[in-house]
T-cell receptor, first 114, second 114 residues
């Protein structure tokens, strides 16, 4: 079945450490997205990518970095510069252009501070 | 400014009764509107969308939504609620001039009591 796989499901970060969240899709979608979800708030866009080797900052990119070397993969690195990283992180994909097509979501990674 | 409002943090409904989850929006241009559902510790699942045409849109799991342009609303409805409908519901809108960014509501927790 086609879908989006996020790993790990749970992740713990030590002070000063960078951690990388994995996102892989087999839907053949060109566009991929990373969102952060905090309780009581809607989804906030961190980064998005329309095509391989290209990505743009979203609303809350500070302290995060991404790469898009393959169409299927869009890993997110939470750097030590992100001072409040505890959140639920969601990866999504959609055909390009987005048009009237919905985004498909993975099951998320929950990141906590040790 | 573009925005989406879900005025109720939580909606409580008895099983078998009709349910409504409210959403209002503000965008420039013609809106593309979406509803998603999220179960605990899972990603978001697409329910339905309005792009153009009939104001009453039917979606997954018996849900429907009514687009009202004059009231800038897109309320989610179901004639008879099930306990299994209990979840977090998100409304999202895309400005017709933006290809990639969705604007998300803060979410409404729906609780269906037996």
């Amino acid at each position: 079945d086609g879908g989006i796989t996020q790993s790990p499901k749970y992740l713990f970060r030590k002070e000063g450490q960078n951690v990388t969240l994995s996102c892989e899709q087999n839907l053949n979608h060109d566009a991929m997205y990373w969102y952060r979800q905090d309780p009581g708030q809607g989804l906030r866009l961190i980064y998005y990518s329309q095509i391989v080797n290209d990505f743009q900052k979203g609303d809350i990119a500070e302290g995060y970095s991404v790469s898009r070397e393959k169409k299927e993969s869009f890993p997110l690195t939470v750097t030590s510069a992100q001072k409040n990283p505890t959140a639920f992180y969601l990866c999504a994909s959609s055909p390009v252009p987005l048009g009237n097509q919905p985004q498909h979501f993975g099951d998320g990674t929950r990141l906590s501070i040790l | 400014a573009q925005s989406v409002a879900q005025p109720e943090d939580q909606v409580n409904v008895a099983e078998g009764n009709p349910l409504t989850v409210k959403c209002t929006y503000s965008v420039s241009g013609n809106p593309y509107l979406f509803w998603y559902v999220q179960y605990p510790n899972r990603g978001l699942q697409f329910l339905l969308k309005y792009i153009t045409g009939d104001n009453l849109v039917k979606g997954s799991y018996g849900f429907e939504a009514e687009f009202n342009k004059s009231q800038t609303s897109f309320h989610l409805k179901k004639p008879s609620a099930l306990v299994s409908d209990s979840a977090l519901y998100f409304c999202a809108v895309r400005d017709g001039g933006s290809n990639y960014q969705l604007i998300w509501g803060a979410g409404t927790k729906l609780i269906i009591k037996p």
